[in-house]
């Protein structure tokens, strides 16, 4: 008598699980197009589910799967937000930054980054390839440098993102903030955004290219040739501001 019962809650539970899987592929496709900024705040459950067309218990639980997934962390009164959680002590974050010099920042990534290339060929899924070469994209078309600086931020992210590695994510993340703190006191390329040939959209190309192809040799090498790149640039702005 009791198994037709069980039957319909199993069937009752695959189609919340599918309502939710189907909500968070909307929820991608949003995330994918949405512009980064300071802030990076979703808009409201109520108005995400308006653009998404979804209901709102579908919409938690494709919130869910993208926080678990370290797209997305939310803050209890103050809203969804983009990206992955910022460390709790920011204090930690100031300290070392006070101290540290941007040339210790390049060393210390060229260190972690063509690592986390490596791994990243070997467990990048398709939606972390699709932000990848959309992240790329918008840097290419970023009218500021503030807004180029923005979409790159977001594809080395997602590069750690891409390794499926809590861990490694956390010192990315860890390592990022340092950067983003440190006062580089560096001199931009002429001009108010990028220059079409800037060095960065190529060799971000070259990257992408080797985690799509499941190449950890290549992507390793990529990503340690975008990193002297811009170790070079840094050390000629300083010999030109000297």
């Known amino acids: 008598m009791n198994a037709p ?31 980064p900024n300071d802030h990076g705040r979703l808009p409201a459950e109520r ?5 998404l067309g979804v209901s709102r218990g579908a919409l938690r639980k494709a919130l869910a799967i993208a926080e678990s997934e370290g797209r997305i962390w939310r803050h209890v009164g103050k809203g969804t937000f983009l990206g992955s959680k910022p460390v709790h002590d920011l204090s930690e974050v100031s300290a070392v930054a006070n101290y540290a010099s941007p040339a210790e920042v390049l060393r210390a990534r060229a260190m972690l980054e063509p690592s986390l290339c490596r791994e990243a060929a070997i467990n990048a899924s398709a939606a972390d390839l699709v932000e990848l070469r959309l992240s790329a994209k918008r840097g290419r078309e970023a009218d500021t440098w503030r807004r ?5 931020n977001r594809f080395h992210r997602a ?18 903030n340092v950067r983003r703190t440190v006062a580089w006191g560096r001199r931009r390329d002429g001009g108010a955004a990028p220059a079409p040939n800037h060095h960065s959209f190529i060799e971000h190309d070259e990257i992408i290219r080797a985690i799509a192809d499941r ?12 990193i002297d790149s811009v170790t070079r640039k840094m050390m000629e702005g300083n010999r030109e501001a000297n």
């Open 5 to 35: 019962d069980k039957i319909v809650t199993s069937e009752w539970d695959l189609s919340v699980r599918d309502e939710g899987r189907a909500a968070f592929t909307q929820l991608q496709a949003f995330l994918a197009q949405l512009e």
């Open 47 to 51: 108005e995400l589910c308006e653009i």
């Open 148 to 152: 180029y600086e923005n979409w790159d």
């Open 159 to 176: 590069i750690a993102n891409a390794t499926q590695n809590k861990v490694l994510i956390m010192i990315f993340d860890s390592l990022n």
């Open 215 to 226: 190449d950890g040799d290549a992507a390793e090498a990529a990503m340690r040739k975008h």
